[in-house]
């Protein structure tokens, strides 16, 4: 499976654990390039823990689907998940699951024009 980076900084992608693994760096303005990339793709794009990332492809209507893992845990602080957008972003739940005795797989999908 190909891998992109998005950075502002690296030249050659490099993943310890194998370097047969064949990579694409992704420069420039980070919407277009994805936006290509769909384009080209057939399939999908999956984004893992980059927050960062996940806020411009959302903002950019870029998102076709979120898959969140819920686990259960209530700190009283933190982050928002999406933080401050620009406009207000509708989503669908599509699918739940749980996982073992306390994790819940939710999948949303984007709503269009709503």
């Known amino acids: 499976m190909p891998k992109y980076v998005v950075s502002a900084t690296l030249d050659e992608p490099r993943w310890s654990s194998s370097t047969a693994v064949k990579g694409t760096v992704l420069k420039g303005d980070v919407p277009t390039e994805v936006s290509k ?14 927050t960062p990332l996940v ?26 998940l999406f933080g401050q957008t620009s406009e207000k972003k509708p989503m669908r739940l599509v699918s739940t699951q749980i996982l073992g005795d306390s994790l819940a797989y939710l ?3 984007t709503v269009p024009d709503a």
């Open 55 to 80: 806020h411009t492809l959302m903002e950019h209507d870029l998102v076709d689907e979120l898959r969140l893992t819920v686990y259960p845990v209530v700190l009283g602080t933190g982050e928002r």
């Open 37 to 50: 990339l769909k384009q080209r793709l057939d399939g999908d794009i999956v984004v893992y823990a980059s």
């Open 107 to 109: 999948t949303y999908q």
